[in-house]
């Protein structure tokens, strides 16, 4: 008697989908790892190379070239798919870290810098366009939870190892060593993709997107030079990268974005808001910690790696849980605790003095919130490119992310700005400029969430 064997449903791991799974895997994983250990060694770039005046657009030059990068892999992938665009793009991002590693000056380090933004932001978008060309709708939501545990993970053990390398060997082996790193990334995936992807074929027409992402990362840059100064000339400055950005993301964003319309559009809204409040704790937590409390940089940093262990289980839950019918429950509950760990670490304020319970209340509020965002984020990553036009994945994986940068760039001009003005009234109060925007932006993100699914 012959026996039938049943079908196996597709999954992350098996034998179609792990190689291009595990390349992607270290692809998002070398992505957090330079995050972490570029800008731990940044300090000590400045005083090695004497630019202390570039240092601002050094640390934030490769966060606005991404923009541009983003907007144009987005309109690579949907034309070529994702195999050029993760491959090139990965090319100029290994080709920065090179530059930057072996710059005899600040500038030259600044250019560097820019070329790993253009080269991340293109290969950061193909990953979307990889991942809806080479995976079932049933599996993406498990993928993205994947990447989220990739990138969250390096932030853990990131800032032991960057440090030991600065200190045996020097700056310029965190970005040597991170080229190698990534190099090895891209060899590793190219060959599954090309073998595994789909291949489009469709006529490659850039319009005028990439200009607007220009103008876009201009006002970027002016955001957060508001956010680091005080004074009538941050706040010319605030006020001009605001409008600046304002007009340039029009063009780039889905329409409706702005007013959250039900769908896409929410999906867009929701990660730029969620994204805002998360950074907005994740900015002052330290400080507070450390200044107010008097907690030591090893203590404050294992509250932060708590909230990082909470990702990776909200981003665990979300994987395995994750199917269209539980979208909404599981989106209305991941905002539900970023509202709630906003609220938390909101009462750390009046706990300056308390160190031991200022610790208690920051691990709670932070973890919380973390798992809120874990729970949320593999889920618009999913909605984006369920929803997305047929054929512009690239387009809608770009808008995410860019929303996700501009929803943080805004919000930490803005708090800067409030908070360095706020800090020569008060300085123990000021901190709540940071904590509130967190909460205000939390309560608009519940609203917001709730219209990302049609029966929401």
């Known amino acids: 008697m012959?026996?039938?064997?049943?079908?196996?449903?597709?999954?992350?791991?098996?034998?179609?989908?792990?190689?291009?799974?595990?390349g992607l895997l270290a692809l998002v994983t070398m992505f957090a790892f330079e995050a972490v250990a570029v800008?731990?060694?940044?300090?000590?770039?400045?005083r090695d190379l004497g630019g202390e005046t570039l240092y601002p657009i050094a640390v934030i030059g490769m966060l606005t070239a991404a923009i541009v990068g983003m907007v144009v892999g987005g309109i690579w992938g949907d034309a070529r798919g994702a195999s050029l665009p993760v491959t090139l793009g990965g090319v100029g991002f290994v080709a920065g870290l090179l530059l930057s590693g072996f710059a005899g000056s600040m500038e030259v380090l600044v250019a560097?810098?820019?070329l790993q933004g253009l080269g991340g932001g293109a290969a950061l978008t193909g990953l979307y366009v990889a991942v809806a060309d080479g995976y079932p709708a049933h599996l993406r939501t498990r993928v993205f939870s994947l990447f989220a545990t990739a990138w969250v993970v390096p932030s853990i053990a990131g800032p032991f190892v960057a440090?030991?390398?600065?200190?045996?060997?020097?700056?310029?082996?965190?970005?040597?060593?991170?080229?190698?790193?990534?190099?090895?990334?891209?060899?590793?995936?190219?060959?599954?993709?090309?073998?595994?992807?789909?291949?489009?074929?469709?006529?490659?027409?850039?319009?005028?997107?990439?200009?607007?992402?220009?103008?876009?990362?201009?006002?970027?840059?002016?955001?957060?030079?508001?956010?680091?100064?005080?004074?009538?000339?941050?706040?010319?400055?605030l006020v001009a990268g605001?409008?600046?950005?304002?007009?340039?993301?029009?063009?780039l964003l889905p329409r409706g974005t702005t007013r959250a319309t039900r769908g896409l559009p929410a999906v867009i809204a929701s990660r730029g808001l969620f994204?805002?409040?998360?950074?907005?704790?994740?900015?002052?937590?330290?400080?507070?910690?450390?200044?107010?409390?008097?907690?030591?940089?090893?203590?404050?940093?294992l509250v932060m790696m708590v909230g990082a262990l909470g990702w990776v289980a909200g981003s665990a839950y979300a994987g395995k849980r994750g199917e269209?019918?539980?979208?909404?429950?599981?989106?209305?509950?991941?905002?539900?605790?970023?509202?709630?760990?906003?609220?938390?670490?909101?009462?750390?304020?009046?706990?300056?003095?308390?160190?031991?319970?200022?610790?208690?209340?920051?691990?709670?509020?932070?973890a919380t919130m973390a798992v809120g965002m874990g729970l949320a984020t593999p889920l618009m990553s999913t909605l984006a490119l369920d929803m997305a036009p047929e054929g512009r994945q690239g387009d809608s994986g770009?808008?995410?992310?860019?929303?996700?940068?501009?929803?943080?760039?805004?919000?930490?001009g803005l708090v800067g700005a409030v908070f360095a003005r706020w800090f020569l009234i008060d300085e123990h109060t000021s901190y709540l400029a940071g904590f509130g925007m967190a909460v205000l932006l939390a309560l608009v993100a519940m609203i917001t969430a709730r219209r990302t699914t049609q029966n929401g």
């Open 275 to 301: 994204g805002a409040a998360f950074a907005c704790v994740e900015l002052f937590l330290p400080l507070v910690l450390q200044v107010e409390a008097g907690m030591s940089p090893t203590l404050s940093g």
């Open 398 to 412: 770009a808008a995410i992310q860019m929303s996700d940068s501009l929803g943080q760039s805004i919000a930490a």
């Open 242 to 251: 605001l409008l600046v950005v304002t007009l340039a993301a029009g063009p």
């Open 324 to 366: 269209p019918e539980t979208f909404p429950r599981i989106m209305r509950v991941g905002s539900l605790s970023l509202l709630v760990g906003t609220l938390i670490s909101l009462t750390l304020v009046p706990l300056d003095h308390l160190p031991v319970i200022a610790g208690v209340v920051a691990t709670i509020g932070f």
């Open 112 to 114: 560097g810098r820019l």
């Open 39 to 46: 800008s731990l060694a940044m300090p000590s770039v400045a």
């Open 2 to 22: 012959t026996m039938t064997q049943p079908d196996v449903a597709p999954r992350a791991f098996d034998e179609q989908h792990r190689t291009v799974t595990v």
């Open 163 to 237: 440090g030991a390398l600065v200190d045996l060997f020097g700056w310029r082996s965190v970005f040597l060593v991170v080229a190698g790193f990534a190099a090895l990334s891209i060899l590793a995936v190219r060959r599954p993709m090309s073998r595994r992807l789909a291949v489009r074929s469709e006529p490659l027409v850039w319009g005028r997107r990439p200009l607007y992402a220009v103008v876009a990362a201009v006002g970027v840059v002016a955001l957060h030079l508001a956010g680091h100064g005080s004074g009538l000339r941050s706040a010319a400055l």
